[in-house]
């Protein structure tokens, strides 16, 4: 089943807990949390203690998304505060394997992160030991970026190695999702589909995700 997991990136920060429950209304099941540091991305948002209020406003699961070098320092604290997935980037982890057990270790679901300039074959010896992979589809930093069409091309892949390798990752995109293209991300085989300013840049964030939803109904429709 294709997910659709809100980023807070693209709602107001004076009222997290207001915008969290206009898409709980929609039925979501994650909200996405974007962690950015100023050096891995060059952008600043939150950490801990933001998780830690969240997790006291909603009962969403906490998929967070760490833009950060060093995560080693931080994974144990993000877990505590109430992450339940955490993503590392490739980029910014050279002992990717220690990484990925710490999150692991520390109670949360594991995910790396390619930069849309990273190839898909640099996880090929990880991707038994992931929970999921998150496709960049726009250079990370900053919400409402365009779409990068590269992207697609590697979902596929991934979802053709773990047919072939018999994995069982869940495969994640984050960057530039819209309406125009939710529908082929969804059938190139994508099962949580990140969206920040198509869903909280919209008058009402709740009727952004069942917008969302129908265009990758109709579109496995078509694929009937
Ligand atoms: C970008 C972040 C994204 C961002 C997506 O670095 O990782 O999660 O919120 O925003 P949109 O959907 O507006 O491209
Ligand atoms: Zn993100």
């Known amino acids: ?3 659709i997991a809100p980023s807070i990136l693209a709602a107001d920060f004076a009222h997290l807990g207001r915008d969290v429950k206009a898409v709980e209304r929609a039925g979501v099941s994650m909200i996405h949390v974007d962690v950015m540091d100023g050096h891995f991305v060059p952008n600043i948002t939150i950490g801990p203690p933001v998780v830690r209020s969240l997790r006291k406003a909603t009962d969403l ?3 967070c998304h760490l833009m950060i070098e060093n995560p080693d320092l931080y994974i144990p604290q993000f877990a505590v505060s109430g992450a339940r997935m955490i993503s590392v980037h490739q980029e910014a982890c050279p002992h990717l394997d220690r990484t990925i057990q710490l999150i692991k270790d520390n109670g949360a679901a594991a995910g790396v992160v390619l ?3 990273t190839p898909v074959h640099t996880l090929s010896t990880i991707l038994g030991a992931v929970d999921f992979v998150l496709v960049m ?3 990370p930093g900053f919400g409402g970026q365009k779409f990068i069409d590269y992207a697609l091309e590697k979902i596929r892949e991934l979802d053709r190695m773990r047919r072939e390798r018999r994995f069982s ?3 994640e995109i984050d960057g ?3 309406e125009d293209n939710v529908g082929e991300i969804a059938s190139a085989g994508c099962d949580i589909i990140v969206a920040g300013s198509s869903i909280f840049g919209r008058d009402d964030p709740a009727a952004a ?3 969302l939803l129908r ?3 109709e579109q496995a429709f078509l694929r009937a």
């Open 115 to 117: 930069n849309p300039a």
């Open 1 to 3: 089943m294709v997910e």
């Open 176 to 178: 530039g999702v819209s």
């Open 209 to 211: 995700v069942a917008g």
């Open 137 to 139: 589809s726009v250079n």
């Open 61 to 63: 699961l906490l998929d």
């Open 215 to 217: 265009k990758v109904e």
């Open 169 to 171: 990752y869940r495969i």
